[in-house]
């Protein structure tokens, strides 16, 4: 899988253009709130540009049932990289997926975010 460059997290989630993404903040009715990695790729299952997105925890682990629901992790690499993990599986119901599932996939991959500046509000 390519990298996807990051935008900033004040870009529009519309406004992202092929492999790239953004973070923005999400939040629950009570109050509680999280962050959200918003992507632009194309899907492997028709090759058509589509945009997903997924809860984070930056600097933590895949959390199987986060303030967003299934959250991945997102570890800081240095040199502005971050990774996600494990591997994001948007399923044909358009929900995503940790890892191998049985159900169609519309787009599988193990992302790395590049170009991620110091002192992001996320990060």
């Not at 923005?24 to 632009?40: I, N």
């Not at 570890?75 to 599986?89: D, E, K, Y």
């Amino acid at each position: 899988m390519g990298d996807l460059k990051y935008r900033g997290y004040h870009v529009d989630i519309e406004a992202l253009q092929l492999n790239e993404c953004t973070v923005r903040g999400a939040g629950l009715a009570d109050g509680t709130k999280y962050w959200m990695l918003w992507f632009c790729v194309n899907r492997d299952s028709d090759g058509a540009m589509d945009v997903f997105g997924v809860p984070i925890n930056p600097n933590g682990s895949f959390v199987e049932n986060g303030p967003g629901g299934k959250t991945w992790g997102l570890t800081n690499l240095g040199s502005g990289q971050w990774q996600v993990a494990p591997s994001i599986n948007v399923l044909n119901t358009r929900d995503p997926h940790p890892g191998e599932h049985p159900a169609p996939s519309l787009w599988h991959q193990t992302p790395k975010v590049i170009g991620v500046p110091d002192g992001e509000p996320w990060s």
